[in-house]
């Protein structure tokens, strides 16, 4: 139901667009965010957004750096990181979440930050 693209190799300091693509679902009823894991470290979340785009959270670690958003006419949601940094490497997985609703996970981005 949902598709993660956009991952890849970067150098400290560039920039990559995360993307992830909803099928199947009611997408502009549905919370989307983003997390991350790390080897060895928990499940993060990085970034959420809610149905209508109006609120938006970030963790501490990624404000100002990363934003979030969303095309509900298109289904996808992204997200922008900017001034990227080692300790961003993960891998990103796209979420989806709504009351009542089934929730959904992509299948994993992997981002991976060169120093």
């Known amino acids: 139901q949902l598709q993660a693209s956009g991952g890849g190799l970067v150098q400290a300091g560039g920039s990559l667009r995360l993307s992830c693509t909803a099928s199947g679902i009611t997408f502009s009823v549905y919370t989307m965010g983003w997390y991350r894991q790390a080897p060895g470290e928990l499940h993060e979340l990085v970034a959420s957004?809610?149905?209508?785009?109006?609120?938006?959270n970030y963790a501490d670690s990624v404000k100002g750096r990363f934003t979030i958003s969303r095309d509900n006419a298109q289904k996808t949601a992204s997200l922008q990181m900017n001034s990227l940094k080692p300790e961003d490497t993960a891998v990103y997985y796209c979420?989806?979440?709504?009351?009542?609703?089934?929730?959904?996970w992509g299948q994993g981005t992997l981002v991976t930050v060169s120093s």
């Open positions: 957004i809610t149905p209508g785009g109006g609120t938006v």
């Open positions: 979420n989806s979440k709504a009351p009542l609703r089934p929730t959904y």
